[in-house]
């Protein structure tokens, strides 16, 4: 069995994608752009064994400072959103687990203390190999619609009160354009005072630089859907991603000014008719905050009852140096050592949520 890490630029993880369904979340582009704003240096762990091949994107992180590891050590972690593991379709269980078996050997030979990797709801290997890895967590489900039915049914399967605010919302002449980027900055700024709104922990806040490089790296795999009001105002905006037949809703925000009529249902409405002529088989739109079945849960099934399990799974490579970290970063924050579902619990840093406050008018 061939099992080593692999840069982006390594044509092998471009070879494997054309070979294995995936999302753009797998693209090696976006492994690089995560990496820029995660603080990691992107790759992935790739084994081969005769016609199957494994593929695991990942950022490779140095340890906090704070914790006096003095530069020694590493762990990895996915990046942001569903870059789980991909596998050729077929391959045994035997060849997976020895793939994932070099996994934790070459992680250990790497002094890699641990991994936290996010399993694709829809396109991921079985969570029943994996647990024999690591503890694999249930985060709640996303919502997908299913493209491969009609216009008809797709509209059928919309809740009645989803219909009727689309229907009205067209009445009343908000309108959605695709791809008019000259809408970028604005969609930044509605997509942080949504963040606002919903007191999101700081990493939620992306940067300029990341819109601009996403932008820049994944091109035609990326567009930018944009709400507008009467007024010709943007009343909301999100970006969608979408590549090897699935689409992806990545980001998005609603003016507060228009809250109170939903404008992302049109929005989705009209995303969910692109994709599909685009060929798309699936549109996922996500889960809930936190994988809460809250109320964005709960929009979300307006479009959809078609459901899937996020899972991730958690790794520890070497378990005294976790601890040890655990219990530094635990004393150097003055909690007690409690039980904590932060992982890994070394990186958990206990900071207060940003306050709301309303957007500029």
Partial sequence: MIAQFLSPADSRWRRLLDRVPHDAYHLPEYCVVAGRYECGVPGAFYAEDGAHALLIPILIRDLPEELGVNGNGQDATSPYGYAGPIA????????????????????????????????????????????????????????????????????????????????RLSRMGYSVDVDDWSAYPTFRLLYRTTMQRR????????????????????????????VRGPAGDVAASGLFMIADGIAEYHLGGTDEAHLSNA???????????????????VLN???????????????????SQTQADFHSVRIVFDDQRYQQLTNANRELQGVDDAPDDFFPA????????TPRVSEPA
Wanted: charged share 20%; glycine share 10%.
């Fill in 88 to 167: 050729t379709a077929g391959i045994p269980a035997e060849a997976l687990c020895h793939a994932l078996a070099r996994f934790g050997e070459l992680a250990r030979e790497r002094a890699l203390v641990s991994a936290f990797i996010r399993l694709h709801p829809l396109r991921s290997v079985s969570t029943d190999v994996l647990k024999d890895f690591g503890v694999v967590v249930n985060h709640g489900p996303v919502v997908y619609i299913d493209l491969t039915k009609s216009p008809d049914q797709l509209w059928a399967e919309t809740r009645s009160n989803h219909r009727r605010n689309i229907a």
């Fill in 199 to 226: 007191s999101a922990r700081s990493f939620y806040y992306f940067s300029d630089q990341y819109f601009d490089q996403l932008r820049d790296a994944l091109g035609d795999h990326l567009h930018l859907f944009t």
């Fill in 263 to 281: 404008p992302s249902k049109l929005m989705f409405d009209v995303a969910r008719g692109w994709a599909k002529a685009l060929g798309a088989s």
């Fill in 285 to 303: 739109l996500g889960g809930g905050v936190g994988g809460v079945a809250g109320p964005l849960q709960q929009f979300k099934t307006g479009f």
């Fill in 346 to 353: 070394y990186r958990r840093r206990y900071e207060t949520p």
